[in-house]
């Protein structure tokens, strides 16, 4: 099968939530996809968007806290399509605990994962869209890269670096067509929110539905949780749109006002 000649876009950790409804946004256009997740059935994910869609796509269960998978993936990706346009640092990890009880294993996993693997991919994809004059760089960050909540150490600290990793891409990046932006979602009804309902119900003694209404949704002003289409727009924004070329180094909130306050 020929390699299309449309735009390639790597989004890890898209065979769940808010990089699934990336993945499915940009095979919508047509772009060859690179997939990446912890899915059992990722494979499977994958091929069923390409087949919608009729994209040409790879598909590796590469694990995000391993940078020799992270660097094999990102080469693999380069033989199969020659470049990829758009890189998507997505995959994402929480663990919800006070400090002093945090255990030490998920805090590296967590800085592993939401923070040095976007490095490693970066460093792996960069200089092939530094030699084309192209590139487009879009860190998932959070909320949490903006503002702190209690019982989150790890993933704030991880969420802040990559705020801070994304400008200054964004600085290196300029003089070569690379772009870097982080978007910052609140609240969005995912695994990763629902996996941490039971330890936010246990550190703040609630019921599912106090973590829900008094946790999650008390600091949106827009009493709702985040589409992981919203989401998958504002990230279309910051590379397909008219702005996309001389927008670079922000942190974009998608937020429902979170961050307003
Ligand atoms: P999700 O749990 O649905 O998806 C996370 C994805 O990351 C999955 O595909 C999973 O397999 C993958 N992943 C996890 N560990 C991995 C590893 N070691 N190697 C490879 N892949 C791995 O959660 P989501 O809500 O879609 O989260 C996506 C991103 O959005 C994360 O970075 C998260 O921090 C961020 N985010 C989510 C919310 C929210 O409310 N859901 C809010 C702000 C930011």
Known sequence: MSVSQLK?????????GIGLAIAKMYAQKGYNIVFNGLEPNGAEIAAEVATAHNIQHLFFPADMSDPAQIKDMAEQSLERFGTVDILVNNAG?????????????????????????AFHMTKALWPKMKAQKFGRIINIASAHGLIASPFKSAYVSSKFGIVGF??????????????????????????????????????????REEVIQNVFLKEHAVKEFITVEAIAESVLFLTDSAAASVTTGIALSVDAGWTAH
């Open 166 to 207: 994304t400008k200054t891409l964004a600085l290196e990046g300029g003089e070569f067509g690379i772009t870097a932006n982080a978007v910052c979602p609140g609240y969005v009804f995912t695994p990763i929110v629902e996996r941490q309902i039971p330890d936010q119900m246990k550190v703040h003694n609630m019921t």
């Open 93 to 117: 990890v929480q663990f919800v605990a006070p400090v002093e009880e945090f255990p030490e294993v998920k805090w590296d996993a967590i800085i592993d994962i939401n923070l040095n693997a």
């Open 8 to 16: 390639t876009v790597l989004i890890t950790g898209s065979t769940s």
